[in-house]
């Protein structure tokens, strides 16, 4: 920070411990636990952090750590963070040579028709390209985001269900009368333990609704998902280092923040994208945790 002016920093410290006092107090009783019911309803703007008990991602949930929704953005960090890009190097670049480029893996294994319309309303169908079907939608997909399960009949309504399940948990989509966090997260990473064609698909989903998400609580959301399922099953070999590199260039070492919560979502998203990082070194190819079925209890401990 030696190019940097701190002289405020200290009031932006003292302003951000303030704010996060008086709103964890007000918002206690607010709080969505992780077995509690999502329906009605389930929104992004919903006050909604759950505690969890793993110690790597529970600095970023609880009560105690709500980040203060109002606290705009030092000057400071508007300098220092520009984009959702975040550096993968140890001097605060960003790897472009870390893994794979999704996107060339989207080129040539991604089913161009997933995001179109059935029916009649085919005739009238938007083009859409692979940085369209790659990015966030608040819509359910109609078919399989992968070529390899739109061959599978058996598969391609789970696929889909699996889709408007990973909304549910982002908050994207209604949740049906006694879901919960923890039970959705049970559910998708169960389906894919015992389906494997699917988890490729799985963190493509999750891939997309991580890409230009506009809703900062459905975002920290996906990137928890991602974390979640990482601790239960792995993708394949093949697409273990596209994901690996996507993972990567949303993590920054310089962003190892106590409390993460407060911090602007950049932070988080980098947070959450080093703990998924460091779960696939241990379930994919070349690690040494084997893939298993999850509980409500396994799925708590990873969240």
């Not at 920093?9 to 964890?24: D, F, M, P, V």
């Not at 319309?117 to 985001?145: A, E, N």
Request: aromatic letters at 6%; proline letters at 7%; one cysteine or more.
């Amino acid at each position: 920070l030696g190019n940097y002016d701190t002289s405020g920093l200290a009031t932006y410290y003292n302003t951000a411990e303030t704010l996060t006092r008086s709103q964890a107090a007000s918002s206690a009783q607010a709080t969505l636990p992780s077995t509690a019911p999502l329906a009605p309803s389930l929104t992004p703007q919903q006050s909604s952090t759950i505690p969890s008990s793993h110690p790597e991602i529970r600095e970023t949930s609880g009560v105690g750590a709500t980040r203060p929704i109002s606290l705009p953005a030092s000057n400071l960090l508007t300098s220092l963070v520009k984009s959702y890009d975040l550096a993968d190097g140890d001097d605060g670049r960003r790897d472009e040579s870390a893994g794979g480029d999704i996107e060339k893996y989207a080129q040539d294994n991604l089913n161009l028709n997933c995001g179109r319309p059935k029916g009649l309303r085919l005739l009238f169908r938007k083009k859409f390209s692979v940085r369209d079907i790659l990015s966030w939608s608040k819509d359910p997909i109609p078919r399989p985001m992968l070529n390899v399960v739109e061959g599978e009949k058996l598969l391609k309504r789970e696929a889909c269900n699996l889709f408007r399940l990973v909304q549910v948990y982002m908050g994207d989509r209604k949740a049906n009368v006694g879901m919960t966090l923890d039970g959705v997260a049970m559910e998708i990473v169960n389906t894919v333990f015992s389906k494997p064609p699917l988890r490729d698909e799985l963190y493509v989903q999750i891939c997309r609704q991580t890409t230009e998400n506009p809703r900062k609580e459905s975002l920290r959301r996906g990137w928890e998902l991602m974390a979640v399922c990482l601790a239960f099953v792995p993708p394949s070999a093949t697409f273990e280092p596209y994901l690996d590199g996507y993972m990567n260039r949303h993590r920054d070492p310089n962003f190892s923040f106590p409390e993460v919560a407060k911090w602007p979502i950049h932070v988080q998203v980098s947070h959450y994208a080093t703990v998924a990082c460091k779960r696939l070194q241990r379930i994919g190819a070349h690690g040494k945790k084997q893939p298993r079925k999850a509980t409500i209890e396994d799925i708590d401990q990873a969240r």
